[in-house]
């Protein structure tokens, strides 16, 4: 005889377990939803009222999706990858926070040179837990270490505005040179390191969580 089914008791660090789970798997989910251009998929991993920052806008979910549908109808919009690394996670009931590794690769053309911009930083989200159990973006602020600029072909060659240049953070100088060269405007005072901008955004963040 087949032996009868055995229900699971969740208990508290179970239940934790699976939350994190959750949390990680939509921090993954985001980048391959947006290199892949799942729009409805991405949309579906923010709350309604969910917020997006990233340097060229500060958008509601909705229009953070929407201008990336545009841009990828419009002969393909800019070439990116977002590559997800490590994540942790704070828990306090149905909020938490996570904070997650990820390089940004893009490829434009600057001057007429075909070039790859690669940004090193960290994604900042608040998590909310919703009636049908899942884990959803209500804000998204990334935070930028670094960044470099190179020439698709190493033997041309390309000569930066250093004055230009220095006109944005050092956290993502380079990739905001290749966007405001594309007619993007680039968000100011965007967290990077040791920034008033970060402990701001750490401050705010710890207590939204303790105030769920």
């Not at 993954?28 to 920052?53: H, I, P, S, V």
């Not at 009931?93 to 960290?122: C, F, H, I, K, S």
């Not at 190493?154 to 930066?160: D, E, N, Q, T, V």
Request: hydrophobic fraction near 35%; charged fraction near 25%; include cysteine.
């Amino acid at each position: 005889m087949n032996e009868p089914l055995r229900m699971t008791t969740i208990t508290p660090a179970l239940q934790a377990l699976m939350d994190r789970g959750a949390i990680v798997q939509a921090t993954q989910n985001w980048g391959f939803f947006r290199d892949d251009r799942q729009w409805e998929k991405l949309r579906d991993l923010y709350t309604a009222d969910g917020r997006m920052t990233t340097t060229w806008t500060v958008a509601t979910a909705d229009e953070f999706v929407h201008h990336c549908r545009e841009l990828a109808s419009k002969g393909g919009g800019r070439k990116t990858i977002h590559s997800i690394g490590a994540t942790t996670v704070e828990l306090n009931g149905e909020r938490a926070l996570a904070e997650t590794r990820m390089t940004l690769l893009v490829r434009g053309m600057l001057d007429g040179v075909e070039v790859d911009v690669t940004n090193y930083g960290r994604t900042y989200d608040r998590f909310v837990k919703e009636h049908d159990g899942a884990w959803r973006i209500r804000e998204r602020v990334p935070i930028y270490e670094k960044d470099r600029l190179d020439p698709v072909d190493p033997a041309a060659i390309l000569k930066l505005d250093p004055v230009r240049l220095a006109r944005y953070p050092y956290g993502y100088r380079h990739l905001a040179y290749l966007q405001s060269s594309e007619g993007a405007t680039i968000t100011p005072d965007l967290p990077v390191p040791n920034s008033e901008s970060l402990k701001k955004l750490y401050a705010a963040g710890s207590a939204w969580l303790a105030a769920k």
